[in-house]
C-alpha cells in the first residue's frame, strides 16, 4: 500500500516533459528543481491519484497532458511530457522513473520538477500553464572539438542550426519540437533536437530556445564541445555526434544544405535593371535629402518644446515617463538656462584641452561658472536621435528638484544653434566602473570604502523610489558601475537619468515596449517578450553592483554569470573563494557572508521576492533577519569587448523588441 501511494505521489510532482537521449559522463540524471514548504495535508492520496491517473492516461496516447485537480485552495496543476516518437512502453517507463525520482528528492514539496531521458514532469499549487520559466540546467558532452578553428566552425553552426530549429519548433510544429543534422566536416555529424513545453505561445516558445542557444555556447557550458544539452522547465535543447532521437515519418531535415543560386540575367536584362537601380538610387536621394532637411528643422523645434516647456505641459506624455514635478511648497525649481556664448567660454570653445570623455552620443567637457568648477555634457546635433530627446528633456525636468547628496545634481542646460548641452556638478574623482576594471583603484577601494559605497547607493535609491519632493516614484533603470560617481572623498553620485521611468502614485509596475538598461544589470522581467518596469528592477541592478564590490570579479569581465557563480559558491559554502582578495584582510567572514546574501536576495528571479530599499538599508544597517535568497535570475553577464555591441533587436518574426543599451559617457575622466 505504502509503495502505491509512494508511486502516485511522486508521479504528481510533474510538470515540465523535456527529451534526453542519454545520460552525458559526469552528469547524472534525472534533475530534479524543488521549491516551496512541505505540507501533510495539501497531498490527500485520493488527489494524488487523481492527478496521477489523469496524467497517465493522456501523456501515454498524445506524448503530453496537463491536469488540474482539487478545489477551495487545494488545487494542483500537473503536467507530463514525452519525447515525440517514443514507444508507448518507453514513455510509460520513464514517467515511472521520474515519479520515483520524485518522492525520494522532493518529498511533499509545494512544487517540483524533474527532468528525465526522454521525459519530464512537474507539478505545482500554482497554476504555471501559461508561464514561462527560466530554470536551466546545463549538461556538455564529454569530448571537445579539436584546434580554435574547428571550435569556432561548431559554435558557428551550432549557433545557426538550433536558431533554424528554434523558429521551426516554436511556429510551425504543433508539438512545438523540431529535429535536425547539419555536417561539421566530412566525417562529423551533429544531430540536434528542440522541444517546448505545448502550453507556452509561440513567441514564449522561441524566446526559450533562443535563450537557451546563448547560454549552450558559454565558455561555461557547452563551448567548443561535440555535444550538449540544456534541460528547463519551460523548453529544451541537445545535440550530439550521435542519431539520439527516433524519426517520425520523414527523414531528419539537413541544416547544411543552402539554396542554389539561380543563373545570371541575360545581357539585356541587365541593361533594364542597371537603369532602374540608378534611376531608383536618384529618386531616394533626393527623397532622403529633403526628409532629412525636415527632420532636422522638426528635431530643433522638438527639443525646444521639449526642454523648455513647463513640466506640467508634458503630463500627457503617452509613457507617463516626465509628468508634474512640484515639490512640498507648490514652487518648481527649474534649471538654468546658459547661452552658447557661455558655455563655449568656459570651455575654450570646447576644446580638447579642456574634455574630460566621450561616448557614443558627445562628450564631457570641464569649466568653471561663477567660481564653481562643473562638467558640461555637450550632444552634437547629428548625435541626438528625436526619439531620444525627449530622454534629454526628461533628465532636465527630473534631476532639477531632486536634493540629495549621494545624486548628482543637475545645474543647467542650454539648445542653441543645433547644440544640446547639460550642466552638472562637478565630480572630481571618476566612476565606480574605472575603480572596479583598474587594479590599482580597485586596491584602493579598502572594505571599509566599499561598504559605505553600497550603503550611499541604497540611500541614494530609497530616496529616488520613496522619499523625493517629487509625488511620483523614480525607478533609474540604468544603475550600474559607469554610473556611480566618486568625489574627491569618494562620496557616491548618482547620475544619468536619461532612461528614468516614474512611476504613478497608484501602481507597483508599468509594462513597456522596449527594454532599457544595460545588460548584465537588467533584471529578468525588463526582457521581452513583456518587459516590465517597477523599482524591483532597480534593486535587482543594485545586488550585482554589490556582489561586484565584494567579490574579485565584474559584471563584463567575468567569464561566466557572476550572479549564478556566487549563487553556487554561496550553496556549497565555498564563498569565500570569491570575495576580492583586496579586501579579505580588513572584512570580517561573516560580514562578507552577510553582504553576499543581501545581493543575492536582490537579484532573485522573481521580482516580488526581493527586498524593496528601505528593506535592503535596514538590511545593511543590521536591523533585519535575512532569509535564504532564492535562484537568481538567468540573464547573461557579458564580456567588456562584447559591452557596446550587444544584441540591440530580438526579432520574433513579426514581433520586434528594440532594446535600448545605452552605453553611458557621463562625467568620465581619460
Known amino acids: 500500500m505504502n509503495g502505491r501511494f509512494n508511486f502516485v505521489l511522486l508521479f504528481f510532482y510533474f510538470i515540465v516533459v523535456f527529451p534526453l537521449g542519454g545520460k552525458s559522463d559526469g552528469n547524472p540524471l534525472p534533475i530534479s528543481y524543488c521549491g516551496g514548504p512541505t505540507s501533510n495535508t495539501f497531498f490527500d492520496s485520493n488527489l494524488n491519484r487523481d492527478l496521477f491517473s489523469r496524467l497517465n492516461r493522456s501523456t501515454v496516447e498524445s506524448g503530453y497532458s496537463t491536469a488540474q485537480v482539487g478545489q477551495d485552495g487545494d488545487e494542483l496543476y500537473g503536467l507530463a511530457m514525452c519525447q515525440p516518437g517514443m514507444e508507448k512502453s518507453d514513455c510509460v517507463n520513464c514517467l515511472n522513473v521520474a515519479n520515483n525520482a520524485m518522492v525520494d528528492k522532493c518529498p511533499k514539496m509545494m512544487n517540483a520538477t524533474i527532468l528525465c531521458d526522454n521525459c519530464t514532469l512537474r507539478y505545482s499549487n500554482a497554476n504555471f500553464f501559461s508561464s514561462l520559466d527560466d530554470y536551466s540546467h546545463c549538461m556538455p558532452g564529454v569530448k571537445n572539438a579539436t584546434g580554435e578553428d574547428q571550435k569556432s566552425k561548431l559554435n558557428a553552426l551550432v549557433n545557426s542550426s ?145 526642454l523648455k516647456t513647463p513640466p506640467h505641459d508634458l503630463e500627457n506624455d503617452e509613457n507617463g515617463i516626465i509628468g508634474s514635478f512640484e515639490i512640498e511648497q ?89 547644440h544640446y548641452i547639460l550642466v552638472y556638478e562637478f565630480i572630481e574623482n571618476k566612476d565606480l566602473g574605472r575603480h572596479l576594471k583598474d587594479s590599482s583603484l580597485r586596491q584602493s577601494l579598502d572594505w571599509e570604502t566599499r561598504r559605505r559605497i553600497i550603503e550611499e547607493i541604497a540611500h541614494g535609491l530609497c530616496y529616488l523610489h520613496y522619499e523625493s519632493r517629487n509625488k511620483k516614484r523614480i525607478i533609474h533603470c540604468d544603475l550600474k558601475a559607469e554610473n556611480i560617481l566618486l568625489d574627491e572623498r569618494n562620496v557616491v553620485k548618482i547620475g544619468d537619468f536619461g532612461l528614468s521611468r516614474i512611476l504613478k502614485a497608484n501602481k507597483t509596475h508599468e509594462s513597456s515596449r522596449v527594454t532599457v538598461g544595460t545588460p548584465g544589470y537588467i533584471a529578468p522581467e525588463l526582457w521581452p517578450p513583456t518587459p516590465m518596469y517597477s523599482p524591483e528592477a532597480d534593486v535587482y541592478s543594485f545586488g550585482v553592483l554589490l556582489l561586484e564590490l565584494i567579490t574579485k570579479w565584474t559584471v563584463f569581465a567575468y567569464e561566466g554569470f557572476l550572479t549564478h557563480d556566487v549563487w553556487e559558491h554561496w550553496k556549497c559554502n565555498a564563498m569565500l573563494e570569491m570575495i576580492d582578495p583586496y579586501i579579505v584582510d580588513d572584512c570580517s567572514e561573516d560580514e562578507a557572508l552577510r553582504f553576499t546574501q543581501i545581493g543575492l536576495l536582490c537579484v532573485q528571479g522573481d521580482r516580488q521576492k526581493r527586498p524593496d530599499m528601505k528593506n535592503v538599508v535596514n538590511m545593511l544597517r543590521g536591523g533585519a533577519l535575512l532569509h535564504e535568497p532564492s535562484y537568481p535570475g538567468y540573464y547573461p553577464a557579458e564580456r567588456q569587448q562584447q559591452k557596446k555591441t550587444w544584441l540591440s533587436r530580438i526579432i520574433n518574426f513579426e514581433l520586434v523588441h528594440e532594446v535600448l543599451v545605452k552605453n553611458s559617457f557621463f562625467l568620465k575622466n581619460k
Open 330 to 418: 507648490n514652487t518648481r525649481i527649474e534649471p538654468v538656462q546658459y547661452s552658447l556664448a557661455t558655455l563655449q567660454a568656459v570651455t575654450e570653445n570646447f576644446s580638447e584641452r579642456k574634455k574630460l570623455g566621450g561616448g557614443a552620443f558627445g562628450q564631457v567637457f570641464q569649466g568653471i561658472i561663477d567660481g564653481e568648477k562643473v562638467a558640461i555634457k555637450k550632444f552634437q546635433e547629428d548625435s541626438v536621435p528625436s526619439n531620444r530627446l525627449l530622454e534629454l528633456g526628461k533628465e532636465v525636468w527630473l534631476l532639477a528638484p531632486l536634493c540629495h547628496r549621494n545624486l548628482v545634481k543637475l545645474l543647467g542646460f542650454c539648445i542653441e544653434a543645433g
Open 162 to 306: 538550433m536558431s533554424i530549429l528554434s523558429k521551426v519548433a516554436a511556429f510551425n510544429r504543433s508539438e512545438k519540437y523540431a529535429v535536425g543534422k547539419v555536417n561539421l566536416n566530412s566525417s562529423v555529424t551533429l544531430y540536434e533536437l528542440v522541444q517546448c513545453t505545448r502550453n507556452l505561445s509561440n513567441e514564449q516558445c522561441l524566446h526559450c530556445l533562443s535563450n537557451f542557444v546563448k547560454l549552450l555556447l558559454l565558455p561555461n557550458c557547452s563551448s567548443g564541445s561535440l555535444g550538449g544539452r540544456i534541460l528547463g522547465q519551460s523548453c529544451y535543447l541537445r545535440f550530439e555526434t550521435n542519431q539520439f532521437f527516433p524519426v517520425i515519418n520523414e527523414e531528419i531535415p539537413d541544416l547544411t544544405d543552402s539554396p542554389t543560386p539561380g543563373p545570371p540575367p541575360s545581357t539585356p536584362a541587365r541593361k533594364y535593371i542597371l537603369m532602374y537601380v540608378i534611376t531608383s538610387i536618384v529618386l531616394v536621394l533626393i527623397v532622403s535629402f529633403s526628409i532629412f532637411g525636415m527632420i532636422k528643422i522638426r528635431r530643433v523645434r522638438r527639443a525646444n518644446a521639449v
